[in-house]
């Protein structure tokens, strides 16, 4: 009898000890986008999208990026369009594309219009994220998933 009782309460043990291991690893961040983790002592977060624009041929590249204090320099150096080919179809680059970086600000976010698109087709973007400041910086590549232009 005491050996069925010390059995059941090892069992309990265990599976406590089990479900305290596994069940973080379900988390989620309620809306299925991948978590990033932090990233560098210069960047804390970065995250992009493609979605459809609001003309027949566009899509819109959506981005932004936190970094761990203030910037003096923060955004995207450059952003590039593919289609579903994997071919390169358009490079957006921050020294000739407005609204790309940010400057003294803890985090920034925006966009780039591409209008070369087929309607319908489905596009990616790899975006080069860039955070520094007094001390130094960083960079970082993000990839999006794939969106149909509009």
Do not use: W
């Not at 994997?86 to 600000?105: E, R």
């Not at 698109?117 to 910086?137: D, E, L, P, Q, W």
Request: charged share 15%; hydrophobic share 35%.
């Amino acid at each position: 009898m005491k050996r069925s009782i010390h059995q059941f309460i090892s069992f309990i043990l265990i599976a406590c000890i089990l479900c305290t291991t596994v069940i973080p690893a379900f988390a989620d961040n309620n809306n299925n986008d991948p978590i990033t983790p932090r990233a560098s002592l210069y960047i804390a977060s970065v995250k992009a999208y493609v979605e459809a624009g609001s003309t027949t041929g566009s899509l819109n590249i959506r981005f932004n990026i936190t970094g761990n204090g203030k910037m003096t320099s923060l955004g995207a150096m450059k952003i590039q369009v593919y289609d579903a080919n994997g071919t390169c179809v358009k490079t957006f680059n921050y020294y000739d594309t407005s609204g790309m970086m940010g400057s003294n600000q803890f985090a920034y976010a925006s966009y780039v219009t591409y209008t070369g698109a087929k309607s319908g087709a489905y596009y990616h973007a790899v975006v080069k994220f860039k955070a520094s400041n007094s001390t130094g910086g960083d960079s970082c590549i993000f990839t999006t998933k794939s969106a149909a232009a509009k």
